[in-house]
């Protein structure tokens, strides 16, 4: 037991087991996002001609409407992001961290963060062990994307290894291994 400091690891939701009904599914409203899971949209400008926004090779644009996937988007439950019909393994992003006025999809690597005070990040090493080290930016081994085919977190730098909780996820042992074909 730890005095309370408010900390992240002292932050929690209480959801009372008779009232869970489970993560929304496909066309039921997500209502911490407030959007409806996997349900087609346009994003549409509020300039005068109201143009649809519309992906061009990784980067988004507004262009007239033309019905075609490129221009229809919708909310990915599993992800939690915002991705393009057409290029469904990408999602929305704004370039920079969000500092800049470049939109575009994909899909961008991220860093697995310790809610500890030191804010560590998960590290995936050769042998399949995942360990907690500090954060350097550029090595590979602590990168990780989502992968939308097998549904599961795979290593930047080990493309075919994913993230495993042993024992079925009885453990509290997180290892990279190679991606199995059986678990999607």
Do not use: C
């Not at 008779?18 to 996997?38: I, Q, S």
């Not at 007239?64 to 229809?72: A, F, I, L, V």
């Not at 469904?88 to 963060?113: E, H």
Request: glycine letters at 8%; hydrophobic letters at 30%.
């Amino acid at each position: 037991m730890w005095n309370k400091h408010n900390g992240d690891n002292q932050q929690w939701q209480i959801i009372y087991v008779d009232e869970w009904k489970g993560y929304p599914k496909k066309g039921e409203m997500n209502h911490d996002f407030g959007m409806y899971v996997e349900r087609p949209f346009y994003i549409v400008s509020e300039l005068a001609k109201h143009r649809y926004l519309d992906v061009i090779g990784r980067n988004m644009v507004i262009k007239t409407p033309n019905g075609y996937d490129t221009q229809k988007w919708y909310f990915d439950q599993q992800s939690r992001t915002i991705k393009n019909v057409k290029e469904n393994k990408k999602s929305f992003d704004i370039a920079s961290g969000g500092r800049s006025s470049n939109m575009q999809v994909w899909n961008k690597p991220f860093f697995i963060v310790s809610r500890m005070p030191m804010r560590r990040v998960a590290e995936a090493d050769g042998s399949g062990r995942m360990t907690i080290k500090t954060l350097v930016r550029d090595r590979k081994a602590q990168h990780f994307v989502f992968d939308g085919t097998t549904k599961t977190i795979k290593s930047a730098q080990w493309d075919n290894k994913s993230l495993n909780i042993q024992g079925n996820g009885g453990s509290n042992d997180l290892y990279i291994q190679p991606t199995n074909a059986r678990w999607w």
